[in-house]
């Protein structure tokens, strides 16, 4: 690690497990839950996510000195929302498909509470390296999780990753289907992912005993 | 008055946006411990929505839809600035919570001591800006009805709340595994509820096709009919 300092890696490293902004620090569920029906759609929000608290942070952490502490809540919001029109102009110009299927959702990122947390926590009070490292840490860690949801949902929900029949056809019966396999048409109905989300915490929780709460 | 009854059912029940578009999960899962403060939130979420929705309603009609500018004069008319409304919402709302912040504080002190505290934390609340984007996305034709979107999403929201909140207090006489406690369960308790829920799906369709649709969130939608074209498949294939 020659670019990073340890201090610094740590800032990237963290969010992925230890510190995880969904499953420990309880931010940004919505999205989260809500367009993880499908893996493609879990990655572009997840990229989505990085660009705006990536150049987010660096945005606040730059002007953190000339900010008035009352106002600071709109000023935060208006540095996301701009940053979040331009996510959603580029998705509507090359993905267009996909943007429809995330509607709203990608609005929604502004009011992603893992944006205003690390503004709060983090950019306000830190040089714009170090808040840019802390941006795209935390938002690997909240990708992570929506992969990981995203992967699990498609898989057992549609029998399909990305969009490719990795399980065979179901149509055409082959691959797993040939021995009487059959999609869970409920991994793709919003329940299941709250459910789902519930057991990834399960696991980190039962391998991490500091976790634990009481 | 058929349309105001069934689009509040509807967003009460059916599009419940916690168990359905999964807005504003975040303070739904930090504020749940204690039905009291529970209640504080909820209230303030239903008293901003009713409040926000229609303004930005107003604010899409007039001067977001493209040709909404109109009414400034012809040469206005090709003018689309949509792709200004994220940031318009925003900051209607952040502007509406100060401004009722300082109106509850200034004519009903009991009021704001009890939800004081939640309002400046209802700006960011993917609720509130979750109700403006649906209202725009679903093409609300009225302000009337986008008042009542507002205030029956917020119902919806309020009783989402309440519910978790209750279950949550019960839960901590259980004997939950132990890595599964607080967050875990709560996840999963609301993911019940959420089936629960679904089943309000079928209360207003009543056979007729066409309301069925509408009553599916864009997302649900595609959903639904992936499942429907393969429960077609299937039945194609079992011929």
Known sequence: MGLLSKKDAKLITDPLADNNPITIQVLGICSALAITAQLKASIVMAISVMFVLGMGNVVISLIRNIIPSKIRIIVQLTVVAALVIIVDQVLKAFAYELSKTLSVFVGLIITNCIIMGRFEAFALGNGPWRSFLDGIGNALGYGIILVIVGFFRELLGSGTLLGFKVLGDPIEKTGLYALGYENNGFMLLSPMALIVVGIIIWVQRSRNKDLIED | ?239
Not at chain 2, 24 to 43: D, F, I, P, Q
Not at chain 2, 76 to 81: I, K, P, V, W
Not at chain 2, 96 to 124: C, D, H, R, T, W
Not at chain 2, 159 to 164: D, F, G, R, V
């Open chain 2, 1 to 239: 008055m058929l349309e105001h009854i069934e689009l509040f059912f509807k967003s009460i029940f059916i599009d419940n946006m916690v168990f359905a578009t999964f807005l504003g999960m975040c303070s739904y899962l930090a504020v749940s411990k204690k039905v009291s403060t529970a209640v504080g939130l909820g209230a303030a979420v239903i008293f901003v929505l009713a409040v926000t929705v229609p303004v930005n309603w107003l604010l899409d009609q007039y001067i977001l839809q493209p040709g909404a500018l109109k009414w400034l004069g012809a040469e206005y008319a090709d003018y689309d600035l949509s792709f200004l409304s994220f940031i318009m919402f925003i900051a209607t709302i952040a502007t509406m919570v100060q401004l009722v912040e300082i109106v509850v504080e200034k004519f009903s002190p009991a009021l704001y001591n009890s939800l004081g505290i939640f309002l400046p934390l209802i700006a960011v609340n993917c609720a509130i800006l979750g109700g403006s984007l649906f209202m725009q996305s679903r093409e609300i034709p009225s302000i009337g009805l986008a008042f009542n979107y507002g205030l029956s999403s917020g119902i919806g929201w309020f009783l989402a709340i309440l519910a978790i909140a209750a279950i949550r207090e019960k839960i901590r006489y259980s004997n939950v595994p132990a890595p599964l406690r607080g967050l875990g369960i709560t996840f999963i308790i609301t993911g019940l509820m959420a089936i629960g829920f679904m089943s309000f799906g079928g209360m207003l369709t009543g056979g007729d096709e066409g309301a069925k649709e509408e009553a599916e969130t864009a997302q649900v939608e595609t959903v639904k009919k992936d499942t429907e074209n393969k429960l077609a498949n299937n039945t194609k294939v079992n011929e």
